[in-house]
């Protein structure tokens, strides 16, 4: 498995392809969220969102071999791209390396100009729910 | 004659740039219009040369902004033709005069068991003040119902009238959905059971001719900033007697006629519901606006502002995936849309990459897109600089989004 700085490195030389063209950028963005596996049905609630975002994001995790693993959705296209960026990058790790992760791509490919101010504020919550289960199952294995 | 489009767009300097690297197409009016350079330099000359507080210094600098700052109020009064100055209330925004009335008339005319009527398609600024009232006095707030094509239902209205009403908050054009509401039935309605009536303006000012002594509204909101005017500036018309009757709004200077320790007497409308150093740069500047408008002519405005609208009907009901939101007969120029299983904040954002602005969400009108089942949906709306060329870019974006997705 590649390391969290390898799939990074990845990912801004994909969007470095892309280039100043908003209209592909977001396309690319939107192709992406297909990659997401299925979502079960019966975690769409309230208590599985992610506060902070506009627009509706699921967001479970579980662990397996040390490892945790992240399921999630999203009402619309553009942020279901969004977090498929951050769970590839992030997905089938340990929780010290989710902790522990700097994720410089997001500056690199200069998401902030990419989706605006607003969908910048919902992003840092996603990364903020993802270090916090990261967190919890950390603990769980300390305990 | 028409309007010669190109030659207004002229007078706007922001409508001339690059958004993405596409030249900028603005449609998001609604939310507020750009501002023509009269309105700018008018800012930029008071600054320069007038500055000055009003009403009360003994120099000529504030006897000339005082001056510039009651030509305004002279020609608000001018432009919804309020029998006199002193009817016309200047606040921050729509907003704020909603709460001004909410607070003052509420708080003396608003009693336990009382009814306040709005309809499905308010503004939440038209909807939380009444609740707040109605949660304090232990009133009831009652909703009339709108049809599918999102006009309200007015037999329902009338229904929901009865003796404990006091007042009717109803919107004038909907700004989700660009519904012009029948208000002269719904005043006559209201009237003659006893009960006020509120206009709240915010989209109707800028498109419509506005007559409040022939509406006969008690009261009549709206925003500068939405008429090509400066922000944080708010119009609030209300009757002379219902204003005088009224408990001021905030206390301090402005307001007050004689300040002992033992007792306050107010000021004469309309100072007494303007507290403290009002806002003149902006209420200055706003007179150019007015007169920007006055010298297009309004009738020629909405003449524009229609054509738009029904071409832009027809350019974009042809394409496959559109669904058109709220198909009331009366509109203003406001084009509410979604595409087909998309969800509005992504079309939005691929409409800005191609330099369209737009505005997507649920706008402010919760409970209406709850009644209509939808997130949210995505808003163009046109003003008076906007040119069917631009339309032609909004349809090729909208059809290129939707073939994406018909895929």
New interface residues.
């Given amino acids: 498995m590649s390391s969290i700085e390898e799939v990074q490195d990845e990912i801004v030389s994909e969007f470095e392809i892309l280039g100043?063209?908003?209209?592909s950028?977001?396309?690319y963005i939107?192709e992406l969220g297909g990659s997401l596996e299925d979502f079960p049905d019966n975690e769409r609630f309230e208590e599985n969102t992610i506060k902070g975002c506009?627009?509706k994001v699921w967001l479970i995790a579980d662990e397996k071999d040390g490892k945790v693993h992240f399921n999630a959705d999203s009402?619309?296209?553009?942020?279901k791209g969004l977090i498929s960026l951050l769970l590839r990058v992030l997905n089938y790790r340990s929780p010290e390396e989710i902790i522990n992760a700097k994720l410089d791509f997001v500056e690199r490919i200069g998401m902030g100009s990419i989706?605006?101010s607003q969908?910048s504020n919902g992003f840092a919550s996603m990364i903020k729910q993802i270090k916090l289960y990261a967190l919890v199952f950390q603990t769980k294995q300390n305990a | 004659m028409g309007l010669d489009i190109s030659k207004i767009r002229g007078l706007f300097p922001v409508l001339h740039q690059e958004v993405h690297g596409k030249p900028l197409v603005y449609f998001d009016n609604a939310a507020t219009t750009q501002k023509p350079q009269v309105v700018i330099d008018a800012l930029t000359k008071y600054y320069a040369t007038d500055n000055s507080n009003i009403h009360r210094g003994a120099h000529a600098l504030a006897d000339r902004a005082t001056r510039y700052f009651e030509d305004t109020r002279e020609g608000i009064q001018r432009f919804i033709n309020a029998r006199e100055a002193a009817e016309v209330i200047f606040t921050k925004g729509t907003t704020e005069s909603i709460n001004l009335v909410s607070s003052a008339f509420g708080r003396k005319f608003v009693e336990k068991g009382d009814e306040i009527i709005i309809s499905t398609m308010e503004h939440h600024a038209n909807i939380v003040p009444w609740q707040m009232l109605c949660e304090e006095k232990g009133a009831i707030l009652k909703v009339i119902p709108i049809n599918e094509d999102g006009e309200i239902i007015f037999t329902e209205f009338e229904k929901l009238l009865t003796p404990k009403t006091k007042l009717v908050s109803i919107v004038h054009a909907s700004n989700a959905l660009g519904t012009i509401n029948p208000v002269k039935k719904i005043i006559d309605a209201a009237h003659s059971i006893g009960a006020k009536v509120l206009l709240d303006g915010a989209q109707s000012a800028n498109h419509l001719q506005i007559d409040v002594q022939d509406l006969d509204c008690d009261f009549f909101v709206f925003s500068a900033h939405k008429l090509y005017g400066p922000t944080g500036l708010g119009i609030l018309y209300g009757k002379r007697d219902i204003f005088e009757s009224m408990p001021p709004y905030q206390g301090g200077g402005e307001m007050i006629k004689e300040v002992t320790f033992e007792k306050t007497t107010f000021n004469e409308i309309p100072f007494k519901f303007e507290a403290g150093t009002p806002n003149i740069a902006d209420v200055i500047a706003f007179k150019a606006a007015i007169d920007f408008i006055n010298d297009l002519g309004k009738d020629e405005i909405r003449a524009h502002e229609d054509e738009l609208l029904s071409y832009a009907n027809e350019q974009l009901t042809q394409i496959k995936g559109f669904i058109p939101v709220g198909t009331a007969k009366e509109k203003v120029s406001v084009l509410s849309f979604n595409i087909n299983a998309m969800h509005p904040y992504d079309v939005g954002m691929m409409l800005d990459a191609n330099g369209i602005a737009v505005r997507t969400g649920h706008h402010c009108t919760q409970p209406l897109m709850k009644r209509l089942g939808l997130e949210g949906t995505v808003r163009a709306s046109f003003a008076v600089y906007n040119s069917k060329s631009e339309i032609d870019k909004l349809a090729e974006g909208v059809s290129r989004i939707a073939r994406i997705k018909n895929k």
């Fill in positions: 100043d063209d908003k209209e950028t977001i396309y939107m506009q627009s009402n619309t296209d553009i942020t989706i605006g969908r």
